[in-house]
């Protein structure tokens, strides 16, 4: 785990805020979709409504707690949300299969790499993707790592027809795994290592294979936006995405503390779970070295291609779309702004 620090905003920037903050005469209406509950990742949204930086930025920032990347970007794609947080993926296969629909666009990504993973029990002799052949996996069938499965087979010379697939409720997929009733799941990786372990298993039972640790290149979950709002508000979008930024450095440095806003809105959650799962998520997602170099927020685009690629072969879409349709940077902060990893 890296330790995070805040970096100053540049000048330009904070002069740019306090000119927004002081000559905005309305503040400017943002619906915002999650993509699941209210839990340790969501944080830096939470975070950036409660400390006012949305409002800093001339912007009244309603979010919501979600049921999935694709509730999310569908309901940003009705008009319902102006913008949301959504599996970059889910995004490309939106796009492919509508073509003549509502423009939505990535404008910051948050998980650098792709959070699925598979987790296989040790006792079923598995301690590499060639040993996955012939074992039974679990996952809902809207699963990342079920969707993008061909992909990490074909990474780690694996058949992809080798194994044989359940598809199961969420609920249940965990559960499963630790009866033994089937020989690995795919799930995301802060959110089934914590569901397996609160069903009795330990990390030291399992085989975890992260997708981004062999060879699957996939973006995770970005911010998406409706292109329609983003032409006519380009600066609320770049509020957005800045008083975001800023909860985010904020929250690599003091994940403990980052904590209590997820809590101030959910009083029920497991604050120590949650503060697990927080970390988890900085550490496998979303404090990477790409994100390193170039920035938090930011995508390489030969590495956006070659993933819109494999995800169109692995989902069987039906185009493959641009790369411009799925991801802009036009609106992210200044890159020394987004320099916000400790070295």
């Known amino acids: 785990m890296h330790r995070s620090a805040i970096r100053p905003l540049s ?3 904070a002069l740019g805020a306090i000119l927004l903050s002081g000559t905005a005469s309305a503040a400017t209406d943002i619906r915002f979709q999650l993509d699941w509950r209210f839990e340790g990742p969501s944080a830096p949204f939470l975070m950036a409504v409660e400390r ?3 409002e800093e930025e001339g912007l009244n920032v309603e979010i919501d707690s979600g049921s999935g990347s694709a509730g999310a970007i569908n309901r940003v794609a009705s008009g319902a949300y102006q913008m949301g947080f959504g599996d970059l ?12 629909g509502p423009g939505i666009q990535g404008v910051y990504v948050v998980y650098d790499g792709s959070p699925a993973a ?7 002799d598995i301690e590499s993707p060639a040993d996955l052949a012939g074992k039974t996996l679990a996952a ?14 074909n990474a780690n010379d694996l058949d992809a027809d080798a194994v044989t697939w359940q598809n199961v409720d969420p609920a249940l997929r965990e559960t499963l795994l630790e009866r033994g009733d089937v020989d690995a799941i795919t799930g995301f990786y802060f959110t ?6 609160a069903r009795g298993m330990q990390e030291g039972e399992l085989t975890i294979m ?9 973006y995770g979950n970005a911010i998406i936006a409706s292109e329609q709002f983003s032409e006519e508000n380009p600066e609320a979008v770049e509020g957005f995405l800045r008083a975001f930024n800023r909860a985010l450095a ?21 604050v120590e779970l949650e503060t697990r799962r927080l970390k988890l998520a900085i550490e496998g997602a979303i404090d990477t070295e790409d994100a390193r170099a170039h920035g938090a927020g930011a995508i390489d685009e030969a590495r956006l291609e070659e993933s819109i690629r494999l995800v169109a072969e692995a989902y069987d879409l039906p185009e493959v779309p641009d790369a411009e349709r799925v991801f802009t940077s036009r609106f992210l902060p200044a890159q020394e702004d987004r320099m916000i990893f400790a070295d």
């Open 118 to 124: 598979v987790f296989a029990r040790k006792d079923r």
């Open 140 to 153: 809902p069938t809207f699963d990342t790592g079920y969707r993008a499965w061909g992909i990490f087979a």
């Open 250 to 270: 904020e929250t690599l440095a003091d994940p403990e503390g980052a904590i209590d806003y997820v809590r101030n809105r959910d009083g029920l959650i497991d």
């Open 11 to 13: 000048l330009a920037t």
């Open 192 to 197: 089934s290592l914590l569901n397996l372990e």
């Open 89 to 100: 993926n889910a995004l490309v296969e939106f796009l492919a299969e509508n073509p003549d």
């Open 210 to 218: 992260p997708f981004p640790d062999y060879g699957v290149p996939l």
């Open 52 to 54: 006012g930086y949305f």
